[in-house]
């Protein structure tokens, strides 16, 4: 089902208060919101993103004060966690104005937790900052500990500036979590070396399985690794005992008897973890996403721009929005489907 909604939607009869949860069709209550704040990136990581990317034009992005309302609209229909992405959430122009803002909903204890995933690179100038504002803990983008190997990875990423940002964050008093995307024949050995490394500083690691998101120049059937596979290959040498999911997302996660740290797996292309989604991602022009791997999808753009919209027009375009969260989706990589699934990169939707 490809819907996607345009214009202002008319109010729903059923005119919902500003404490009324978010609840999908399959009563999935929505409380975690995933806001992309740039499409755009300094690293190209050859899994995520082409060479040579056209991104969007500046006036099609929402202002820092448009994302800060749609947010705090979220926020008062009960979403309790935000996470800022991208892109690089942090190359966004005055990106720590919308962390300070939304820090208030934070203080008012409206939201539970404000977060970040980003790739490192500016972290050492923002860490301070972002423990000023209330952010708690973040995520980490890191495949490799070797410079050369980053490099090629990333194609314009340093190691070692994405390092100091790491320690920077975690001398801040931050919780750091390294995620890491398995790719074959690229990073598949070093796993075991990156557990130690992140365990020995207190640090949890998950890893990612390769998403069919948008062209990257690439054959990804090449690199896709299943983690069913790697966790077999790590039990060789490590003792893993599954913890109780409590996040609600997308990665169960083991504890390392050897090093007693936590790692997770995130494995949308082998174990399907729809049924206890609770999240949504909100572009960085206003569009809505309801699932990362579908494309319905409602623009809050148009309804934010709308002359005089109030509070309740965003309540009634987020239900309208909602009611067309599909059930999962329906991910597969393989010889005969190795072009992408979805057409966006997830740097538009938000990873
Ligand atoms: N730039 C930030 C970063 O790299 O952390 C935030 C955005 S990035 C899109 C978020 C996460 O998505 C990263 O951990 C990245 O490795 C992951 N990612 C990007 N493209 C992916 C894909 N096609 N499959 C799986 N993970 C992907
Ligand atoms: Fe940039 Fe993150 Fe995509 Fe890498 S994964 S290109 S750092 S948005």
Redesign the pocket.
Known sequence: MNQTITGPVAPAPDVHSPKAPIIDPFGRTISYLRVSVTDR?DFR?T??MAENMTFLPKKDLLTLEEMDRLCSAFIARGVKKLRL?????LVRKNVMSLVESLSRHLESGALEELTL???GSQLARHAADLARFGVRRI???I?TLDPEHFRAITRWGDLAQVMEGVEAALAAGIAVKL?A?ALKGLNEDEIPSMLRFAHARGMDLTL????P?GETGEDRTDRYLPLSDLRRRLEEEFTLTDLPDRTGGPARYVKVAETGGRLGFITPLTHNFCESCNRVRLTCTGTLYMCLGQNDAADLRSVLRAPDSTEQDLFSAIDAAIALKPKGHDFIIDRKTSGPKIARH??VT??
């Open positions: 990136c990581c899994y995520c992405t991208g892109g690089e959430p995933t980003t790739n995520n980490v983008s495949d995620n995307v990612i399985e390769t998403m998101l997830m740097s938000g990873g």
